[in-house]
Nanobody, 126 residues
């Protein structure tokens, strides 16, 4: 059973930085997508960034140039470095993972992620 656990959320002022971490337990398989999603109150959940098993990354337009996703396979960790934070980045952030089989699309476009963490809150004040 795959389990994910996020950490690193908190409260910062506009323009500040945070790094979110996600540890992935119990995952097996050589081909996968890992991603960060966020959901603000009253809004739909949206994907923020994704990375595949080859290390290819993809970022949502709303965070390009400010956020970076990375992974450390030896430590089974996925990170989201967030710089230049804005109040509109305030949300609960979730780490997600999904094994892929013969998938030729991007992880940002993957329609189903079956494994989720509990979320970590990010609050940006103006």
């Amino acid at each position: 059973q795959v389990q994910l656990a996020e950490s690193g959320g908190g409260s910062v002022q506009s323009g500040g930085s945070l790094r979110l971490s996600c540890v992935v337990f119990g995952y097996t398989g050589s081909s996968y997508c890992q991603a960060w999603f966020r959901q603000a109150p009253g809004k739909e959940r949206e994907i923020v960034a994704a990375i595949d098993s080859h290390g290819t990354t993809d970022m949502a337009d709303s965070v390009k140039g400010r956020f970076t996703i990375s992974q450390d396979n030896a430590k089974k960790m996925v990170y989201l470095q967030m710089n230049g934070l804005k109040p509109e980045d305030t949300a609960m952030y979730y780490c997600a993972a999904q094994k892929t089989v013969q998938y030729s699309g991007t992880c940002l476009g993957l329609m189903f992620y079956g494994n989720w963490g509990q979320g970590t809150q990010v609050t940006v004040s103006s």
